[in-house]
């Protein structure tokens, strides 16, 4: 394979010619797969034809060179168009193309993920492109201060997602003019028109709206393309720019060319012949653009104003961690805070971000210590875990926190973040009824459930500062998506400044060989088992109380020996709804392991709450001190 | 008490001492209650005694009057507000006010929630008030064809999450005139300055961009106010309006009006008697607006053209359920899309949205039937659940649907929905591997966890077309959140038509006195333990097999039973994450039953999918036949 590397920019005529390779093989490619997304691809080849030739800077060769530009395909079902830039960079083979789309164990996924080298993020779940592109940008602005450029190429149906205009915010109030988005407005979604169709002028006004430059071309017109891009690429400015391309889907082959009904449909093989036959046949073309300059990293540039910035008055934070003492009382989200301004000391690469609660999580701690590490994501909780996600694509350690109810609007992030194997550290505060008044819409009842059945997740819930301070640090080294659960309330130190606690594993906090029962908590839960084990003594009768602060993994080993000492007789106590959290975590570990009959009682939250005080509500639900004493007491008297 | 309900309009002096007892009220009432949000609430006040005393067309004796006007606090931490317009018009007394609000057992929550007559739904998550407004105003114009407004009111930090503007598009798309949102513009969030601060001209253009019209006004300039929500409340028009009012965050009580740090704080006792001095004392009017004149349901209205409508073309759908052969092929989704219809025509109560995938659902069918009862959100999951919400409000019986994965995107939404007590009905098709190609960014392997663990939510995943149709015809008659998960390919009918699929029910598919061992499976993986059952029957061993149609409330009686008749021996195999699901579900039930030792085998989907076919996959993640049989031998040898 000849790579074609021109000293010169390539002219359009070539343009032209790979852009048609691009259809070609976009209907190639779908076609001997049976599936995928033909028509998505072929609206936007020559926007990428012109992208790929003459302004994305790229080393092909170095996938990871810093000051490479990044390109995201936010509408990821176009991955034919995709794999077919790869192609015709001379990446991916056309055997690959051919053999590998959409095939068991072969890295040219349906919809793209990282397992290929030059893709950022996984993309398929649509309007998550931009956000984590937003994410990229702010890194490149910001962190690396690098010119490199993010292009994002996003579909029209897309833009009815909420999280592109939480990206577009962001994109402005950050000032991204170094994020670029491609919008092939092609008008037809899966089954019919979008809303908009082809009303460019309110697209233009939207955008720019959310302090966006908008370049409207014809998305077929490779001179007006290449101009917009030559635009859109000049390193002044300070508004992320739009490339907005009225586009035709299917163009280039008549008979799907802005027809209802071809959207996820390769091509029948006679269909795909007569289209490779219109588009010219099909062609070899590798060749490729612009290579990056060197760069080094410029100065920091101001944040945006809003956000107050205390560069000048701050003195320098110790490396050493925050230490408590057993007793003292103090709450594990302001343990969080302390732990993240230690971990930042010793770690520049950590970078926090917040929902705009910092004040409530304690990440405004590492605010007024690391401004410059810092990113304020106001109320926008889909681009809060966006950000972190495009962040971490450029080697930055985030923690993105929020109250912990509101990583539920998220969800669908988190769960793209898995998929994109992504390193996401996540701290949400205000856990479970006790918070008290606020009432049920503040209080996280699902979040242990939600983020245990993300692949790969960590779940870790501390009940002390101490312990807070060990997980954060854990954190920080551990991959994948972490979720770090933190309460409200101040409650006492458990543990000597300085134990450690290991992934995986939990604490005996009490334990005799005499036990009769073990009683499981953690968070505010665990406070509250021992207390029962306070009240169970006075009845006569011993319980081994374990801190289960590891929720993913739980610490099986642990759990089945205290069982199988107690008698098998075991309560779990849970500020969570029944479904799904803890117990469930303990309940599967104890299965798993066997051997032996359980007598298993699980509290958790089972109503509605309301408001109330946090002793109140602990009592309410049944996960109090007095509950748990009770309900061991019943499994001992059986 | 006395109500003054005047012939005549309330004069603007009234208004303003009215406007005052509000902000005294909301001082009063958190001060009380040592927390809550008294700033938030008086930038407000204005806004809100203009429009309870001159524009709420609402009959406060009779809350669920169709013809009443809307009220939803989108920011709904200013409940002190909302609490105190309720004092104000006579529904709501000083003692339950002063000695109600957040406390234990009592129904003035911290946070909005329709425990109160007068609440439509449960807010405090910010930006679902506004999108839930969306549907409530649909029902208003399409389905009630009522001429009431819904008043939304929205704080400005909330302004920057998504959901906002998926709330606009879709409220401008869908020309709702009737919806006018009072946008609390006092520049600060929690921490600080929101994002746009007083840039009003910057919100303008964003709500003009999304087709909205903007009144700007003073918000505490009172006759402005008036003068913009009679404008606002004009029958005329395709547009929502927003009355985008600039507010100060404190107002009347000049030592926190505009100043940071006071959100979400009560003043301290001797300040709050300096609030409520300054603002003239201690109140205590009661009053109320014009009331609603009665009308009847008007014309039913085009919808917008985009969507084709089929009006003049359908034929008369047939009330009889569908019905399918046994052993005849039928994708559950497909068996959905019939059963809406049969449902349709049943009960002109039922309402359907989707998100743009309609023809993958299988939705597309009842829009086909009832075009006027069909909703298209397009690609916006969470105004897809918020309108549904917003359209039960009404009464209405909805049913939406998208892909089981992007449920994920609106999980806050379900979550709040629960707190609303709403009645949602949510279809998610194309759940787990067993949908090959298209990747790991479709495939819900989290849905079931997320969906269990709602509050009272039940959870139903049908393997063939009768069952589905029996459990969408349930699903009709149930309240609370309830959860279909449909299968993409299409797998041979189990059973006869017509059978009975209770709540919380299963079937015993295959069972003999001498079974060996339980395998538990439902959709996809009922039909893999079945092939399971045939493949250890030639070596042998007899399996019972349970479908477990309901994953909550699951089948906990006959699961125990089985357990007990195959010597503890049960395999539960999910095409789902190993966390929170149908193996979650049945380990909950059966230790919560106690009495015997289990051997416990659960299969599921433990690592990141790539593409491949369905049955590549299944086999993959070792939750195919070979896999849940070895299982089972496993089990039984051991």
Same mark, same amino acid.
């Given at each position: 394979?000849?790579?074609?590397?021109?000293?010169?920019?390539?002219?359009?005529?070539?343009?032209?010619?790979?852009?048609?390779?691009?259809?070609?093989?976009?209907?190639?490619?779908?076609?001997?797969?049976?599936?995928?997304?033909?028509?998505?691809?072929?609206?936007?080849?020559?926007?990428?034809?012109?992208?790929?030739?003459?302004?994305?800077?790229?080393?092909?060769?170095?996938?990871?060179?810093?000051?490479?530009?990044?390109?995201?395909?936010?509408?990821?079902?176009?991955?034919?168009?995709?794999?077919?830039?790869?192609?015709?960079?001379?990446?991916?083979?056309?055997?690959?193309?051919?053999?590998?789309?959409?095939?068991?164990?072969?890295?040219?996924?349906?919809?793209?993920?990282?397992?290929?080298?030059?893709?950022?993020?996984?993309?398929?779940?649509?309007?998550?492109?931009?956000?984590?592109?937003?994410?990229?940008?702010?890194?490149?602005?910001?962190?690396?201060?690098?010119?490199?450029?993010?292009?994002?190429?996003?579909?029209?149906?897309?833009?009815?997602?909420?999280?592109?205009?939480?990206?577009?915010?962001?994109?402005?109030?950050?000032?991204?003019?170094?994020?670029?988005?491609?919008?092939?407005?092609?008008?037809?979604?899966?089954?019919?028109?979008?809303?908009?169709?082809?009303?460019?002028?309110?697209?233009?006004?939207?955008?720019?709206?959310?302090?966006?430059?908008?370049?409207?071309?014809?998305?077929?017109?490779?001179?007006?393309?290449?101009?917009?891009?030559?635009?859109?690429?000049?390193?002044?400015?300070?508004?992320?720019?739009?490339?907005?391309?009225?586009?035709?889907?299917?163009?280039?082959?008549?008979?799907?060319?802005?027809?209802?009904?071809?959207?996820?449909?390769?091509?029948?093989?006679?269909?795909?012949?007569?289209?490779?036959?219109?588009?010219?046949?099909?062609?070899?073309?590798?060749?490729?653009?612009?290579?990056?300059?060197?760069?080094?990293?410029?100065?920091?540039?101001?944040?945006?104003?809003?956000?107050?910035?205390?560069?000048?008055?701050?003195?320098?934070?110790?490396?050493?961690?925050?230490?408590y003492?057993?007793?003292?009382?103090v709450?594990t989200?302001?343990?969080?805070?302390?732990?993240?301004?230690?971990?930042?000391?010793?770690?520049?690469?950590?970078?926090?971000?917040?929902?705009?609660?910092?004040?409530?999580?304690?990440?405004?701690?590492?605010?007024?210590?690391?401004?410059?590490?810092?990113?304020?994501?106001?109320?926008?909780?889909?681009?809060?875990?966006?950000?972190?996600?495009?962040?971490?694509?450029?080697?930055?350690?985030?923690?993105?926190?929020?109250?912990?109810?509101?990583?539920?609007?998220?969800?669908?992030?988190?769960?793209? !973040?898995?998929?994109?194997?992504?390193? %996401? @550290?996540? /701290?949400?505060?205000? $856990? +479970?009824?006790? =918070?008290? &008044?606020?009432?049920?819409?503040?209080?996280?009842?699902?979040?242990?459930?939600?983020?245990?059945?993300?692949?790969?997740?960590?779940?870790?819930?501390p009940s002390d500062g101490t312990s807070t301070?060990?997980?954060?640090?854990?954190?920080?080294?551990?991959?994948?998506?972490?979720?770090?659960?933190?309460?409200?309330?101040?409650y006492p130190g458990l543990y000597?400044?300085?134990?450690?606690?290991?992934?995986?594993?939990?604490?005996?906090?009490?334990?005799?060989?005499?036990?009769?029962?073990?009683?499981?908590?953690? !968070?505010?839960?665990?406070?509250?088992? %021992? @207390?029962? /084990?306070?009240?169970? $003594? +006075?009845?006569? =009768?011993? &319980?081994?109380?374990?801190?289960?602060?590891?929720?993913?993994?739980?610490?099986?080993?642990?759990?089945?020996?205290?069982?199988?000492?107690?008698?098998?007789?075991?309560?779990?106590?849970?500020?969570?709804?029944?479904?799904?959290?803890?117990?469930?975590?303990?309940?599967?570990?104890?299965?798993?392991?066997?051997?032996?009959?359980?007598?298993?009682?699980?509290?958790?939250?089972?109503?509605?709450?309301?408001?109330?005080?946090?002793?109140?509500?602990?009592?309410?639900?049944?996960?109090?001190?007095?509950?748990?004493?009770?309900?061991?007491?019943?499994?001992?008297?059986?």
């Amino acid at each position: 394979m000849t790579v074609i590397e021109p000293a010169a920019m390539i002219d359009l005529d070539t343009v032209a010619d790979l852009a048609a390779q691009l259809r070609v093989d976009s209907v190639r490619s779908s076609t001997s797969a049976g599936s995928g997304h033909p028509t998505s691809s072929m609206s936007a080849a020559d926007l990428l034809a012109t992208l790929l030739t003459r302004h994305l800077r790229y080393d092909w060769d170095e996938p990871r060179l810093p000051v490479n530009d990044h390109l995201i395909f936010s509408k990821g079902h176009a991955s034919p168009l995709l794999y077919s830039v790869f192609k015709a960079a001379g990446v991916v083979s056309e055997d690959e193309l051919l053999n590998g789309y959409r095939r068991f164990g072969q890295r040219l996924e349906g919809h793209p993920t990282p397992v290929l080298p030059w893709v950022d993020v996984a993309t398929g779940s649509l309007g998550q492109g931009l956000p984590d592109g937003v994410g990229v940008a702010l890194a490149g602005r910001y962190l690396d201060r690098l010119p490199y450029r993010v292009w994002v190429l996003c579909g029209d149906s897309e833009l009815a997602e909420g999280s592109i205009w939480e990206a577009f915010d962001k994109a402005s109030y950050y000032q991204l003019s170094n994020l670029i988005v491609l919008a092939d407005i092609n008008r037809l979604g899966q089954r019919g028109q979008t809303d908009l169709g082809w009303d460019l002028e309110q697209y233009q006004r939207r955008m720019q709206g959310f302090g966006a430059r908008v370049l409207t071309v014809d998305g077929h017109d490779l001179a007006a393309i290449d101009q917009a891009m030559a635009a859109a690429a000049s390193p002044s400015g300070t508004q992320p720019t739009v490339i907005l391309a009225r586009t035709v889907k299917g163009r280039g082959f008549t008979e799907v060319e802005n027809k209802d009904d071809w959207h996820g449909k390769p091509f029948p093989p006679d269909m795909a012949e007569r289209a490779i036959a219109e588009l010219g046949g099909i062609r070899n073309i590798v060749l490729r653009g612009p290579r990056p300059e060197p760069a080094e990293p410029g100065p920091v540039p101001d944040l945006p104003t809003t956000i107050p910035q205390q560069l000048g008055t701050r003195a320098e934070p110790s490396t050493a961690p925050p230490e408590y003492e057993v007793g003292e009382k103090v709450a594990t989200r302001k343990a969080y805070g302390d732990a993240l301004v230690a971990l930042g000391a010793r770690d520049d690469r950590v970078v926090v971000l917040d929902g705009e609660v910092s004040n409530s999580t304690y990440a405004t701690e590492f605010r007024q210590a690391y401004p410059e590490r810092y990113f304020e994501m106001f109320i926008a909780e889909q681009q809060l875990v966006a950000a972190s996600t495009g962040i971490a694509v450029r080697g930055y350690r985030t923690f993105a926190s929020t109250f912990a109810a509101f990583f539920t609007r998220a969800y669908d992030f988190i769960r793209m !973040g898995a998929i994109s194997g992504a390193d %996401l @550290r996540l /701290a949400g505060s205000h $856990a +479970g009824v006790e =918070i008290g &008044a606020d009432g049920p819409s503040q209080m996280a009842l699902e979040d242990l459930a939600m983020m245990r059945a993300v692949h790969g997740s960590t779940v870790l819930y501390p009940s002390d500062g101490t312990s807070t301070v060990a997980l954060v640090d854990t954190m920080a080294a551990t991959p994948g998506i972490s979720y770090l659960r933190t309460t409200r309330g101040s409650y006492p130190g458990l543990y000597p400044a300085g134990e450690k606690f290991p992934l995986g594993g939990s604490k005996l906090v009490r334990s005799t060989a005499q036990d009769q029962v073990t009683l499981v908590g953690a !968070g505010v839960t665990l406070h509250e088992a %021992l @207390r029962a /084990a306070d009240i169970l $003594a +006075g009845d006569g =009768i011993t &319980a081994r109380v374990i801190d289960c602060y590891c929720v993913k993994p739980v610490d099986a080993e642990t759990l089945a020996a205290a069982v199988t000492a107690t008698g098998g007789r075991i309560v779990v106590a849970e500020d969570h709804h029944p479904e799904g959290g803890l117990g469930s975590a303990v309940a599967d570990a104890l299965l798993a392991a066997g051997g032996q009959e359980l007598h298993f009682t699980h509290l958790a939250v089972r109503q509605m709450p309301g408001s109330g005080s946090g002793e109140e509500l602990l009592a309410w639900a049944g996960i109090d001190a007095d509950h748990i004493a009770a309900a061991a007491r019943h499994l001992v008297g059986g």
